[in-house]
């Protein structure tokens, strides 16, 4: 079955730096759209970036404000986020999630990894 694991997350002052990693398996990764979300406690989840099987990227502009970037590595089927420049804000459970280049809606989900930022 497919799997998306999420690894990185952790603790971090503010204006710190963290990189997410998200390792897939039981899908042909090159061929998938990969999206990073996260959910604050109490938030509704919350689109971060998305980067498409050309590697085109797309970012949610208000909230990442070019402090993050999205990228991918198809010959270790593993998706990053590098996040910049951390604020309190940023604190939340981040996912990734793979899907279809051509929908919207994303078709698996990983589980999650924390990220606090603490100011």
């Known amino acids: 079955q497919v799997q998306l694991v999420e690894s990185g997350g952790g603790l971090v002052q503010a204006g710190g730096s963290l990189r997410l990693s998200c390792a897939a398996a039981g899908l042909t990764f090159s061929s998938y759209a990969m999206g990073w979300f996260r959910q604050a406690p109490g938030k509704e989840r919350e689109f971060v970036a998305r980067?498409?099987?050309?590697?085109?990227?797309?970012y949610n502009a208000d909230s990442v404000k070019g402090r993050f970037t999205i990228s991918r590595d198809n010959s270790k089927n593993t998706v990053y986020l590098q996040m910049n420049n951390l604020v309190p804000e940023d604190t939340a459970v981040y996912y990734c999630?793979?899907?279809?280049?051509?929908?919207?809606?994303?078709?698996?989900w990983g589980q999650g990894t924390q990220v606090t930022v603490s100011s």
């Open positions: 980067i498409y099987r050309s590697s085109l990227r797309a």
């Open positions: 999630a793979a899907g279809q280049d051509y929908r919207t809606q994303y078709d698996y």
